[in-house]
Nanobody
Framework: QVQLVESGGGLVQAGGSLRLSCAASGRTFSDSIMGWFRQAPGKERHFVASITWSGGNTYVPPFAKGRFTISRDNAQNMVYLQINSLKPEDTGLYYC??????????????????????WGQGTQVTVSS
């Protein structure tokens, strides 16, 4: 049983920073890709960043480049999302997800939430203007 537990969200003023954490447990993650998604109220879940557990290769979509940084600590089974220069439109529930690297890369579906197998409960980020 895979468990993903996010933390680190909160209320922050625009221009501030947050570091979100995702604690992973339950299986070997060496063949996984870890992703971060966010979901604003009433909107679809959107891809924010991903990292391969083995090798640490990262991908951040264009809108997130320069402000979002994903990293991992293999020894602690932790994945992090650093968000700088927060904007009100960054408000939402941020989810950590895990999927099979071979499948995600083969199908080019890094940004597709339906391609990920395991999800955490999310951590709320609220950015005030």
């Amino acid at each position: 049983q895979v468990q993903l537990v996010e933390s680190g969200g909160g209320l922050v003023q625009a221009g501030g920073s947050l570091r979100l954490s995702c604690a992973a447990s339950g299986r070997t993650f060496s063949d996984s890709i870890m992703g971060w998604f966010r979901q604003a109220p009433g909107k679809e879940r959107h891809f924010v960043a991903s990292i391969t557990w083995s090798g640490g290769n990262t991908y951040v979509p264009p809108f997130a480049k320069g402000r979002f940084t994903i990293s991992r600590d293999n020894a602690q089974n932790m994945v992090y999302l650093q968000i700088n220069s927060l904007k009100p439109e960054d408000t939402g529930l941020y989810y950590c997800a895990s999927g099979r690297a071979s499948e995600l890369l083969r199908s080019s579906r890094l940004g597709d939430p339906t391609a990920y197998d395991y999800w955490g409960q999310g951590t709320q980020v609220t950015v005030s203007s």
